[in-house]
């Protein structure tokens, strides 16, 4: 009996500690940061698949999204079925259309390469190569190599991104071949060694390390409120301290300085296919005040560059349901940084 009272006492005391230790950790990750990095430079990922999904006319949106939003900087997911939709057969022809018009107008392209790039179902691999394990993996490095080689002397490309968050098992996917990925990335670095490579990885759900050491800059994404089919709208409780945090852990450990917001939410996180949902339900986890909030944050973790993620949800929103809120709130805050 008395052992066993000894063995509780422990249990308690240790639970104790472990609560008191993570009740620290709350309060510091919420301890409010007023300072705002007026100067991070905004920008937005931009897609011509999800635009042309949500029935929009994608090179209208394109344009509009550098001339009358004014956004300068975008992140362009290359997509691989698109691209070389048969062996060896690649139609750069979309791809080349959207960098000459960011040439003409002196804006900075990210590109993002690999499988897993931006929008669902994430992997967008050639329907003749998902049955072929291994010659996926060997026409993946080739594809980035290809890829990397007819745009590394644009003058609007400012980075590569090689695969989307790739240590995030998220998407319809291949498991992840770590080696893989470095294959990739030694393509990518020997093909255009004049550029930096960013690795993306989750904001909240991921310790950075392994995309961080891998990267000349790293990219996190940034999502405040999320929904779930068991609990509905959810927002993370948390500050900015928390992704400061992981960024001082990640200059220890993963020796990485560089860091900047690949992905901030700027549209809405609900279920199913966001426009076929109410806009009234679209309007609950996204509007324009919290997508000021959204900014307000994201400056207050203090990366110099932050991508906004739903340009293309703005524009539907404007030409399509004669909502043009939101995409004039962007156009201001592009106007004035």
């Given at each position: 009996?008395?052992?066993?009272?000894?063995?509780?006492?422990f249990i308690l005391k240790a639970f104790l500690v472990v609560?008191?230790?993570?009740?620290?950790?709350?309060?510091?990750?919420?301890?409010?940061?007023?300072?705002?990095?007026?100067?991070?430079?905004?920008?937005?990922?931009?897609?011509?698949?999800?635009?042309?999904?949500?029935?929009?006319?994608?090179?209208?949106?394109?344009?509009?999204?550098?001339?009358?939003?004014?956004?300068?900087?975008?992140?362009?997911?290359?997509?691989?079925?698109?691209?070389?939709?048969?062996?060896?057969?690649?139609?750069?022809?979309?791809?080349?259309?959207?960098?000459?018009?960011?040439?003409?107008?002196?804006?900075?392209?990210?590109?993002?390469?690999?499988?897993?790039?931006?929008?669902?179902?994430?992997?967008?691999?050639?329907?003749?190569?998902?049955?072929?394990?291994?010659?996926?993996?060997?026409?993946?490095?080739?594809?980035?190599?290809?890829?990397?080689?007819?745009?590394?002397?644009?003058k609007a490309l400012k980075y590569w991104q090689i695969e989307?968050?790739?240590?995030?098992?998220?998407?319809?996917?291949?498991?992840?071949?770590?080696?893989?990925?470095?294959?990739?990335?030694?393509?990518?670095?020997?093909?255009?060694?004049?550029?930096?490579?960013?690795?993306?990885?989750?904001?909240?759900?991921?310790?950075?390390?392994?995309?961080?050491?891998?990267?000349?800059?790293?990219?996190?994404?940034?999502?405040?409120?999320?929904?779930?089919?068991?609990?509905?709208?959810?927002?993370?409780?948390?500050?900015?301290?928390?992704?400061?945090?992981?960024?001082?852990?990640?200059?220890?450990?993963?020796?990485?300085?560089?860091?900047?917001?690949?992905?901030?939410?700027?549209?809405?996180?609900?279920?199913?296919?966001?426009?076929?949902?109410?806009?009234?339900?679209?309007?609950?986890?996204?509007?324009?005040?919290?997508?000021?909030?959204?900014?307000?944050?994201?400056?207050?973790?203090?990366?110099?560059?932050?991508?906004?993620w739903g340009a293309e949800w703005w524009y539907w929103l404007?030409?399509?349901?004669?909502?043009?809120?939101?995409?004039?709130?962007?156009?201001?805050?592009?106007?004035?940084?």
């Amino acid at each position: 009996m008395q052992k066993i009272k000894k063995v509780l006492k422990f249990i308690l005391k240790a639970f104790l500690v472990v609560f008191a230790l993570a009740s620290v950790i709350f309060i510091f990750f919420n301890i409010p940061v007023v300072k705002e990095n007026s100067d991070a430079k905004l920008g937005v990922t931009f897609s011509m698949r999800y635009a042309t999904d949500i029935g929009l006319d994608w090179r209208a949106a394109y344009l509009a999204t550098l001339d009358d939003l004014g956004a300068k900087k975008i992140r362009i997911p290359v997509y691989w079925d698109f691209v070389e939709p048969q062996d060896g057969q690649y139609n750069f022809s979309d791809l080349d259309w959207q960098m000459e018009e960011a040439e003409k107008r002196n804006a900075e392209i990210i590109l993002a390469v690999g499988q897993k790039v931006p929008r669902w179902p994430e992997c967008f691999i050639p329907e003749y190569l998902k049955n072929d394990d291994t010659k996926r993996k060997q026409k993946l490095v080739e594809f980035v190599g290809v890829v990397v080689e007819r745009y590394k002397n644009s003058k609007a490309l400012k980075y590569w991104q090689i695969e989307n968050e790739p240590f995030l098992d998220f998407g319809i996917c291949p498991t992840l071949d770590v080696n893989l990925l470095d294959e990739e990335i030694a393509m990518a670095r020997k093909t255009d060694p004049g550029h930096n490579i960013i690795i993306t990885d989750s904001g909240e759900l991921s310790l950075w390390v392994h995309a961080a050491s891998r990267a000349d800059v790293f990219g996190t994404t940034m999502y405040r409120t999320i929904y779930s089919a068991k609990y509905g709208f959810y927002t993370y409780p948390i500050g900015p301290r928390f992704f400061q945090f992981k960024y001082w852990m990640n200059k220890i450990f993963a020796r990485q300085d560089n860091a900047i917001v690949i992905e901030l939410q700027a549209e809405p996180w609900i279920a199913g296919w966001t426009t076929n949902q109410s806009l009234e339900k679209q309007f609950e986890s996204m509007n324009v005040p919290q997508l000021k909030e959204n900014v307000s944050f994201a400056r207050k973790v203090g990366f110099p560059e932050i991508y906004l993620w739903g340009a293309e949800w703005w524009y539907w929103l404007k030409v399509n349901q004669n909502h043009p809120e939101l995409w004039d709130a962007a156009k201001e805050m592009f106007r004035n940084q």
